[in-house]
């Protein structure tokens, strides 16, 4: 379903800048993509950097296009609602991208380098949900893949407020959150760091093209019932940003020494046994419905105030 579809030579050097990504700058990214609100300081102990070396290096990324920015990822479990990931192959264009971003139930869409739409719908009811995309575009999608909730959150009235300060601005100043949200210091980093620990909430880096003449970080699609453990051995650096069940998918990623490593380990990793199939893919922006999530947060906090009227 999502084999490699472009020439990944010709491709890169189309679309690369004239320094590479080397392993810190790359284990940052990791970092990053665990909890975008770490401090310089904190990020140096996990990369053997000074803070201000972390913050010249994540300087260097934001100039260079490959950090454009954060963003909240929200499990739409909290919700009541499941995980629906659909793709598009083709040469879309931006125009497409916010057309589709502004259907029902979508909460973000990924415009490819390649021109390819990855569009996440966060359903009550999928065959409504898109049916209601494809209007939106014209056409029925290319592929999907589909996660159910798998556990029961517990949600307090404080969670709420706290999620929803952060759609906006998620990496925004402890200082600012607590005038924003109402909340004590002390109350508001328990709830904080519960929400990220219980990975309710994620707060990670929003990506562009990763692609480089020298070293090359990049996204890889997995499909197939294969662990993370064999994959790491074929692909070599390589971190699990998500995973889905229907099928099964694993979402990479990955660094490699130069374009003849990533091609080399990609057509490795399709002879692992359980692989189905493996796509590089790369962003050239991530678009994120702000408004729908602060909609369906707004909504479980008007649903908490009246039942507290009750």
């Not at 993370?228 to 650096?237: F, N, P």
Request: proline share 4%; net charge neutral.
């Amino acid at each position: 379903m999502l084999g490699l579809t472009f020439d990944l030579g010709r491709f890169f050097y189309e679309h690369t800048p004239s320094t590479s990504v080397d392993s810190k700058d790359f284990r940052l990214l990791v970092a990053l993509h665990e909890n975008a609100r770490q401090s310089y300081r904190s990020l140096g102990q996990r990369v053997s950097l000074s803070a201000p070396a972390v913050r010249d290096r994540l300087k260097h990324l934001e100039d260079r296009g490959i950090l454009q920015g954060y963003w909240l990822y929200v499990d739409p479990g909290i919700f009541g609602r499941e995980d629906l990931m659909v793709f598009y192959k083709g040469d879309w264009k931006r125009e497409d991208a916010l057309k589709a971003l502004a259907a029902d139930d979508v909460a973000f869409v990924t415009w490819k380098l390649d021109g390819g739409l990855s569009v996440q719908i966060w359903p009550h009811d999928r065959g409504t949900a898109v049916k209601a995309l494809a209007s939106a575009l014209g056409t029925r999608p290319s592929g999907e893949t589909f996660t159910e909730i798998s556990r029961k959150f517990e949600m307090s009235p404080v969670d709420w407020r706290i999620i929803d300060a952060l759609v906006d601005d998620p990496t925004m100043p402890f200082e600012a959150l607590t005038e924003k949200t109402g909340l004590s210091p002390k109350t508001l980093r328990k709830h904080l760091q519960s929400l990220i620990r219980n990975e309710t909430i994620f707060i990670m880096p929003r990506l562009g093209s990763l692609a480089d003449s020298g070293e090359v970080v990049y996204h890889l699609a997995v499909t197939g019932k294969v662990g993370l453990i064999e994959l790491r051995r074929t692909l070599g650096e390589a971190y699990l940003v998500s995973d889905t069940h229907q099928p099964p998918m694993k979402y990479l990623l990955c660094r490699a020494s130069d374009l003849a490593d990533v091609t080399s380990r990609t057509q490795a990793a399709r002879k692992i046994p359980g692989v189905e199939s493996v796509e590089v893919t790369l962003n050239r922006e991530l678009l994120v419905a702000t408004d729908h999530v602060h909609s369906l947060v707004r909504k479980k906090i008007r649903e908490w105030e009246q039942t507290r009227r009750r």
